[in-house]
């Protein structure tokens, strides 16, 4: 099993940047895929971005070329930079660590609000 602990979220205006993390309770070098997801109000949860352990990234259409995911195995953290905010981005942002079917951990979340 992991923990997971998101930080990072807050308040900025449209067009800025902020960058979440997730810290993990244990090694994140081999855990198979990990993730951004978030959930806005009166939607559903839906993927921002997951990586494979070999490296291999998914983005969802609406933030590719403004979010980057990245790790320090050496942190046992997890990143992810946003950047160009969109009100739309509003969101309650949850990380995800995942090897089905040993566990599939997931953080309490952190707020994003992008607002004038």
Avoid at 58 to 87: C, E, H, W
Wanted: one cysteine or more; aromatic letters at 8%.
């Amino acid at each position: 099993q992991v923990q997971l602990v998101e930080s990072g979220g807050g308040l900025v205006q449209p067009g800025g940047s902020l960058r979440l993390s997730c810290s993990a309770s244990r090694s994140i070098f081999s855990i198979p895929r990990m993730g951004w997801y978030r959930q806005a109000p009166g939607k559903q949860r839906e993927l921002v971005v997951t990586m494979t352990s070999g490296g291999t990234t998914n983005y969802a259409d609406s933030v590719k070329g403004r979010f980057t995911i990245s790790t320090d195995n050496a942190k046992n953290t997890m990143y992810l930079q946003m950047n160009s905010l969109k009100p739309e981005d509003t969101a309650v942002y949850y990380c995800n660590a995942r090897n089905i079917p040993e566990y599939d951990a997931w953080g309490q979340g952190t707020q994003v609000t992008v607002s004038s």
